[in-house]
């Protein structure tokens, strides 16, 4: 299977001087997805995690909403002329009696490391494929400093990040700040792919009691991603997109963005932060 991290030889600059070292940089490899051996889109990734990467793909394509949807998941033979596995090939097998989505020209997606969607962004995708609602009843209740201090403990637990400097980290937490899972990727939209194909995997789905935390920007992927998943609160430490804020606005997910130190701009779903001032 291909390693996370790969050296490559550069040649440093530092204050006029030049020298030669090898540098330790995220590996990047292509994993075409399969559903029942049909061909349904290839992403860009870090290697590994593929099985839940996959499954959590399908979970916001509204294909899978339990563990038990799936029968198995494989590597298909890869394709290096000796024949060997590239390990780049992932076929999912629905169990019995999941229905089977039409996989058209129009749906057979290219994928790239920063576009989880590539044309299926709409509100209406989402209102129509969706397999679970925002059901955080008692509803979820979050202080904001319990939200400021999420981004620091995001980072610590960056430990590929550390020695590469080039990825991208999704982690869930719960709703009382105890993180559950973390998983680092060079696609923001894959690392949450893998957190929600996890949890599938265990059956976790909805996650109704849970924060998502993404290191980058909340685009309108990541919105879409939490709420097929039934994330209530969505934090990002950068800004949101304005279809993003649409969609938690229609959907009933809480958007925070520009999560930094005390600082934080809420965008949808203000009733489940506390504020206990009043908004001005």
């Known amino acids: 299977m291909g390693r996370v991290t790969e050296r490559r030889r550069t040649i440093r600059i530092r204050d006029g001087v030049v020298s030669t070292r090898p540098d330790t940089l995220v590996a990047e490899e292509p994993l075409e997805i399969r559903l029942n051996g049909k061909p349904l889109a290839i992403t860009m990734r870090t290697p590994g995690d593929d099985f839940a990467l996959a499954a959590g793909f399908l979970v916001s394509e509204g294909v899978l909403a339990a563990g038990s949807d799936v029968r198995s998941i494989v590597y298909c033979a890869g394709a290096k002329d000796d024949g060997s596995n590239t390990y780049n090939i992932v076929d999912v097998q629905l169990a019995p009696g999941v229905p089977i989505p039409d996989i058209s020209l129009e749906r057979n997606v290219y994928t790239t490391s920063s576009c989880g969607l590539c044309g299926k962004a709409s509100l209406e995708a989402v209102r129509t494929t969706a397999r679970f609602t925002i059901d955080d009843t008692p509803p979820v209740l979050v202080e904001p400093t ?25 982690a869930l937490f719960t709703e009382h700040g105890e993180m559950v899972d973390i998983r680092e990727d060079v696609g923001r939209h894959n690392a949450v792919d893998k957190l929600v194909g996890r949890a599938l995997r265990q059956d976790l789905l909805p996650l109704s009691r849970s924060i998502l935390l993404v290191s980058g920007r909340a685009s309108f992927e990541l919105a879409q991603k939490a709420v097929m998943a039934g994330i209530p609160v969505l934090a990002a430490v950068s800004a949101p997109s304005s279809l993003a804020v649409d969609l938690a606005a229609e959907t009933g997910l809480t958007l925070v963005g520009f999560l930094r130190g005390q600082s934080m701009n809420v965008y949808a779903g203000d009733e489940r932060i506390a504020l206990h001032t009043g908004v001005a």
């Open 146 to 170: 319990l939200l400021a201090g999420l981004p620091d403990r995001l980072r610590a637990a960056q430990q590929v990040f550390d020695r590469t400097g080039g990825l991208h980290a999704a």
